[in-house]
């Protein structure tokens, strides 16, 4: 494939997704040797977004497979089209004659293609974005490392259809289950932690642009404070971030104080023990001390 | 980036050694890791520390954990080489100045011109004490000295009383300073979250008596994550289930060919699974407490996973507190109340006298399907009484599960673990690790699927191929 790391980083710019040097060049060398790349790490940190980044950069369709317990090979890889089976038979049942044969009703053109057998069949190089990979079970799993071993899928009515492009492969996981050593063997692995203060206020000012660099830096540091209590039961995610902030606009708010924190809390922690919590162990008061403090330079860490 | 042959194999030997040593710490890594990586490597400029770092973390990691290990074995491994330059010189001035303090030491120890027979440990000793330390020994062996002149040879009971001075304040540095000289600190770069993650792991895999008191709101949240977690797969899977009793189209439709598309025999997948009724019994008592309410707290936060719930604690009497939890409360306070209230404080857990009240006031809770799980390390006055109850309780369930929180290595001492162990199947559980795994692997594990349905003729589906 051709890409440069250049290239690349430009790409993930212009779009507006911001990651650090690990994660960009983690994403170019899984492009380089051709390896399916999995991302791990807390709900709402940028992982499915990547996979969508990707497709943007490399100027490509997204084919998006959702996992979930129970998703089996007709959702996920081909099915049958029913309908036109049974009418098929049915027609041909009434003109008396002719035999119908069973490779006629099994043929190319009563298959639905589902997302992998499109990303194989696809002329085109996609990116293919399996995502919550964790959710589906251990059994799919096993199906899924076959597929992306050797990009090919056998049909049993049609025989073995050869992937023509291989796809761009991105996985996502929210660690809720360990997956097996030999998916995680086939891929590149990427971890994401919580962004920093500076990563963080640069996604801001990327996704909601009417924030100011100030304000957005404000925001940054009161988000990095409360994820730093390690009891809280969900650390407020990247979604969340932006939630806020879209609200604070809508608030016209400029500035954050303790005050505005606590007012708008409930889209930040989700669940009263959490609100609780931040009452309990920084409150406005604590807020209002964070914000008296200079900026911590101690975050310097170079983004794109 | 190209790299000459000779210079490649002597760096491929160096990542095979590195790869060696990520084994050594636990990492799952095989030949087809270490070729990605240095794969990888060809499209990295490997003289940019940070990239080399990058291309070795994204092929030869595989997981959260294993991060945290990468980390810490890059940097000890691929020491730069001005650090490594450093790092000589330090070493080399801190073991000149140590000769130099143990030469003043030996001057320092000696009796009648003569210097102590200390070994070198114990003398690398003397010279880490503090000032004040120090001159206390210095001014024992003077005045030891001085007596000596009037009494008889000392000599032999100074260096003992020297001896014992200096093994004492060993351990003293031990107790104080535990888990030094293990790790260090291990390079300054990178850092990747190493304090949750290894928060986390501690929590996980301390044994749940020994956690501190400053460790508990931490591994309460912990819990709270980990049972809810569990609480939605198995949700999932119980839906998911439900839904297999539908209609099989691919087979139906071969099955109908010849049927002219009229449905004749419609072919079904499988069947649902019988979801659980668990009672828990939990042992509140003073030594029990804190170890029951973790497990009460885990499997109360199943609920939504489970058909039927219900909790019981006691310590010297049983007391019912699911219709406590239905009038909300919370089951923290709960807990709390009942340990405070425990009537009789003091009487000795009872496990006879409790198993025998649920089995004459609640019966009608214990049916064929109910899993019954006992908390409890198995001490009680009366075992023999207590044995009998609970061979009663256990007639009339499905199952009954102990978990006890005493590590396996120390079940054998006990005559109570032996004999409960015996009688019902018994589970070792101190961490919360363990928890986990022993109640989603093994409790669900086994009983959810129990009651599969038959299934029809055809073979099952599958993902085969
Ligand atoms: N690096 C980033 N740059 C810009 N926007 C980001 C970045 N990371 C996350 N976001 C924003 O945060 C939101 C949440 O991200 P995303 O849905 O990818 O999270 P996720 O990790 O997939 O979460 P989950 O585990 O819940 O699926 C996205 O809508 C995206 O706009
Ligand atoms: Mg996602």
Request: hydrophobic letters at 40%.
């Amino acid at each position: 494939m051709q890409v440069d790391l250049t290239a690349l980083r430009q790409g993930f710019v212009d779009v507006g997704y911001i990651c650090d040097e690990n994660a960009l060049l983690t994403v170019y060398l899984a492009l380089k040797l051709q390896k399916p790349l999995l991302i791990e790490g807390a709900p709402g940190v940028g992982k499915t977004e990547l996979g969508k980044t990707l497709a943007k950069v490399l100027q490509t369709e997204l084919i998006r497979l959702q996992c979930y317990e129970g998703l089996d090979e007709t959702k996920a890889l081909y099915e049958w089209n029913y309908q036109r089976q049974l009418l098929r038979i049915q027609i041909d049942s009434r003109q008396d004659g002719n035999k119908l044969e069973e490779e006629d009703l099994f043929s190319l053109s009563y298959l639905l293609e589902r997302p992998l057998l499109k990303a194989i069949r696809s002329p085109e190089k996609k990116v293919l974005l399996i995502d919550e990979v964790d959710k589906c079970d251990p059994e799919f799993e096993a199906f899924l490392l076959e597929v992306l071993s050797d990009f090919q899928i056998s049909i049993p009515e049609l025989g073995t259809l050869h992937a023509e492009n291989i796809p761009v492969v991105v996985l996502t996981s929210n660690n809720e289950r360990e997956l097996s050593d030999g998916l995680k063997r086939r891929c590149l692995y990427l971890y994401f932690n919580f962004p920093d203060v500076a990563r963080e206020s640069k996604i801001i000012r990327s996704r909601v642009p009417a924030v100011k660099d100030h304000f957005a830096a404000e925001i940054a540091r009161v988000i990095a404070h409360i994820r730093s209590q390690e009891e809280l039961r969900k650390k407020p995610s990247i979604a969340e971030t932006l939630d806020w902030t879209r609200a604070l606009v809508a608030l016209d708010k400029k500035r954050v104080d303790g005050a505005v924190v606590s007012d708008t809390l409930n889209l930040l922690l989700k669940n009263r023990q959490d609100q609780l919590l931040f009452h309990r162990k920084i409150g406005k008061k604590g807020i209002d001390q964070l914000l008296q403090q200079p900026d911590t330079p101690g975050g310097e860490q170079r983004c794109l | 980036m190209s790299l000459t042959a000779p210079a490649e194999s002597h760096f491929e030997e160096n990542m095979a050694a590195f790869a060696a040593l990520l084994r050594a710490e636990g990492l799952v890594l095989g030949t087809a890791e270490l070729l990605d990586a240095l794969q990888a490597l060809r499209h990295i400029d490997i003289a940019d520390r940070t990239a080399f770092k990058t291309a070795l973390r994204a092929t030869l990691v595989k997981s959260e954990r294993d991060l945290e290990i990468f980390e810490r074995s890059f940097e000890r491994y691929f020491i730069p080489l001005t650090a490594q330059a450093e790092h000589l010189r330090e070493a080399t001035l801190q073991m000149e100045a140590e000769s130099a303090r143990l030469k003043d030491a030996a001057g320092e120890l000696s009796f009648k011109g003569e210097p102590l027979p200390l070994s070198a440990e114990e003398m690398l000793l003397y010279t880490s004490l503090p000032e004040e330390q120090r001159q206390n020994l210095q001014r024992f062996v003077q005045e030891t000295e001085a007596a000596e002149k009037e009494m008889r040879p000392l000599r032999p009971l100074l260096e003992t009383v020297v001896k014992g001075h200096l093994r004492y304040w060993h351990s003293r540095k031990e107790q104080l300073s535990p888990g030094s000289g293990a790790g260090g600190s291990g390079g300054g770069a990178g850092g990747i979250s190493g304090a949750p993650v290894n928060r986390e792991r501690r929590l996980r895999e301390s044994d749940i008596r020994e956690l501190s008191r400053a460790d508990l709101p931490a591994a309460k949240a912990l819990i709270d994550r980990l049972s809810r977690q569990l609480a939605r797969r198995l949700v999932y899977q119980r839906q998911r289930s439900a839904s297999r009793g539908a209609l099989d189209f691919r087979r139906t439709v071969r099955a109908n060919m010849r049927f002219g598309g009229r449905l004749f025999s419609l072919k079904y997948r499988r069947k649902r699974r019988s979801p659980l009724q668990l009672l828990l019994v939990g042992d509140l008592s003073a030594s029990m407490k804190r170890y029951s309410s973790f497990v009460l707290q885990f499997i109360y936060g199943l609920q939504a996973a489970v058909a039927n719930l219900e909790l019981f604690s006691f310590a010297d009497t049983l007391e019912y507190l699911t219709p406590a939890l239905k009038e909300q409360t919370g089951l923290e306070h709960i807990l709390e109340r009942v340990v405070l209230e425990g009537e009789s404080w003091g009487g000795g857990t009872d496990i006879g006298a409790s198993l025998t009240e649920l089995f004459e006031k609640y019966r009608e809770l214990l049916t064929h399907r109910t899993i019954v799980i006992m908390v409890s390390d198995t001490r009680t006055v009366r075992l023999s009484q207590a044995l009998a109850a609970l061979q009663k309780v256990q007639e009339r369930v499905r199952q009954v599960i102990w978990l006890n929180p005493l590590a396996p290595e120390e079940w054998s001492r006990y005559r109570s673990v032996r004999e409960f162990g015996e009688l019902v199947e018994m589970w070792p559980c101190n961490t919360i690790d363990q928890l986990e795994k022993a109640v989603s692997g093994r409790l669900f594990a086994a009983n959810t699927y129990l009651e599969q349905e038959a299934g029809n003729d055809d073979q099952t589906y599958s993902y085969r191929r």
